[in-house]
């Protein structure tokens, strides 16, 4: 799936999304240390997922995702937990998609048509948690009724159970695996496994993952 640029050649605009349990703010080269601080856990945790751990990894990271953000062409967030603001990871809109319609005026100039939500990483101490669900919950919202884009793309190794259940769970639908994708995170070559959620079916995953959120809280 290839990044592509707004119409108008304008970059999409930055947004804080705010929730009860976390606060997504644009990324920002002040975010360095608290970012090293946040990725340094055990590999285990996540055993297919990049995240920068070294300050040298962290710089490539933080540089590529920075550079993305200021070309308009990817919206870097990091994770804020509301409760302590205290930084506990990453995530981001990327390969933002601007389709050319026969119809020029069907769509808002700087809307995209399609984004993908990935490149996630948090903490031990945010991991199954209420703050990747609602993450999520204001990415998705974000996008289908702000943008008002037709997809959303989510993926993941095609190995990682534990994500792409994470994926079902609040709506994606399998689309299949793309073998010999990328680089994994392990050194190897990735097969990827592809999931979507389409406008038309926002409302009911919307709904059904508020009242898992309003659950989560009221325990």
Same mark, same amino acid.
Do not use: Y
């Given at each position: 799936?290839?990044?592509?640029? *707004?119409?108008?050649?304008?970059?999409?605009?930055?947004?804080?999304?705010?929730?009860?349990?976390?606060?997504?703010? *644009?990324?920002?080269?002040?975010?360095?240390?608290?970012?090293?601080?946040?990725?340094?856990?055990?590999?285990?945790?996540?055993?297919?997922?990049?995240?920068?751990?070294?300050?040298?990894?962290? @710089? $490539?990271?933080?540089?590529?995702?920075?550079?993305? +953000?200021? &070309?308009?062409?990817?919206?870097?967030?990091?994770?804020?937990?509301?409760?302590?603001?205290?930084?506990?990871?990453?995530?981001?809109?990327?390969?933002?998609?601007?389709?050319?319609?026969?119809?020029? +005026? /069907?769509?808002? *100039?700087?809307?995209?048509?399609?984004?993908?939500?990935?490149?996630?990483?948090?903490?031990?101490?945010?991991? @199954?948690?209420?703050?990747? +669900?609602?993450?999520?919950?204001?990415?998705?919202?974000?996008?289908?009724?702000?943008?008002?884009?037709? &997809?959303?793309?989510?993926?993941?190794?095609?190995?990682?159970?534990? +994500? &792409?259940?994470?994926?079902?769970?609040?709506?994606?639908?399998?689309? $299949?695996?793309?073998?010999?994708?990328? *680089?994994?995170?392990?050194?190897?070559?990735?097969?990827?496994?592809?999931?979507?959620?389409?406008? &038309?079916?926002?409302?009911?995953?919307?709904?059904?993952?508020?009242?898992?959120?309003?659950? /989560?809280?009221?325990?």
């Amino acid at each position: 799936m290839s990044i592509d640029i *707004p119409r108008d050649g304008a970059p999409v605009s930055e947004v804080t999304l705010s929730g009860a349990h976390v606060r997504l703010e *644009p990324l920002r080269e002040t975010h360095f240390e608290a970012l090293l601080a946040a990725a340094q856990h055990e590999t285990e945790t996540f055993p297919f997922t990049f995240v920068p751990r070294t300050r040298d990894a962290l @710089r $490539g990271w933080l540089d590529e995702a920075l550079d993305q +953000s200021g &070309r308009g062409v990817a919206l870097p967030f990091a994770t804020i937990d509301a409760r302590d603001n205290q930084l506990v990871g990453s995530t981001r809109f990327g390969n933002l998609e601007f389709w050319k319609w026969p119809n020029a +005026s /069907a769509r808002a *100039p700087r809307n995209p048509d399609a984004v993908e939500i990935g490149w996630t990483w948090l903490a031990p101490r945010a991991q @199954r948690s209420a703050i990747n +669900s609602e993450a999520k919950l204001l990415m998705l919202t974000h996008a289908f009724e702000q943008w008002k884009v037709c &997809r959303v793309t989510l993926k993941t190794d095609a190995r990682n159970q534990r +994500s &792409r259940n994470a994926i079902a769970r609040i709506g994606g639908q399998f689309d $299949g695996v793309l073998r010999a994708h990328m *680089p994994a995170s392990d050194g190897g070559i990735r097969d990827t496994a592809f999931f979507s959620l389409l406008d &038309r079916e926002w409302p009911e995953n919307k709904a059904r993952l508020g009242a898992k959120l309003a659950g /989560a809280a009221n325990r």
